[in-house]
């Protein structure tokens, strides 16, 4: 799918989940991918990804009927997306930076769950018992960011790191082996 618009594979992506992931987790992250990926049919930039953010959030707290302190993925979710909007539209970070900010707000949601009692979810099933735990939803929430993160860096970063060393090589001989030198001297 490397050809199709962004939009388009979330969209893939949103059906293979519900297709083949069972219990809850298909069905609600699949379909919250589905009508997210609206927000992405311009394409990504700091503007839609921020569209997305809020929609996907609003779409999980709609299907799951959930708020913050129900000890489900809207603990970690919560944090994250106002972080991340926040970093975007009045701190002016980059994409990269404020989707890292986010992940820390996740973690930080998913600690937020232990001392709760679960009051939504399979989890709610657990009454008092599932006080001392981290919620599983929120746990999976932020196992996906920190891959979505992990994707991010390694795709930008490899991006910029390419367009450096060719600048660097492009300008002359002698620079190619200046970077070859660096080079050896790293490793």
Known sequence: ??????????????????????????????????????????????????????????KVKDRGDATVGDKTMVDTLTPAVHTYKKS??????????ALAKAVDAAERG??????????????SFLGWRSVGHQDPGATSTLYILEELLAVAETHLEGEVAVEAVAETISETDESVDDAEATDAEQT
Do not use: H
Not at 23 to 45: H, R
């Open 88 to 97: 975007i539209e009045e701190d002016e970070l980059p994409p990269l930076t």
């Open 1 to 58: 799918m490397e050809d199709e618009p962004i939009d388009t594979i979330i969209k893939e992506v949103g059906t293979t989940l519900i297709s083949n992931v069972g219990g809850a987790s298909g069905p609600l992250y699949g379909g919250t991918l589905l009508t997210a990926s609206q927000e992405l049919t311009d394409g990504i930039t700091a503007e839609s990804s921020v569209a997305f953010a809020e929609a996907y959030l609003e």
């Open 110 to 123: 998913v600690e937020y769950t232990v001392p709760l009692k679960a009051m939504k979810g399979r989890a």
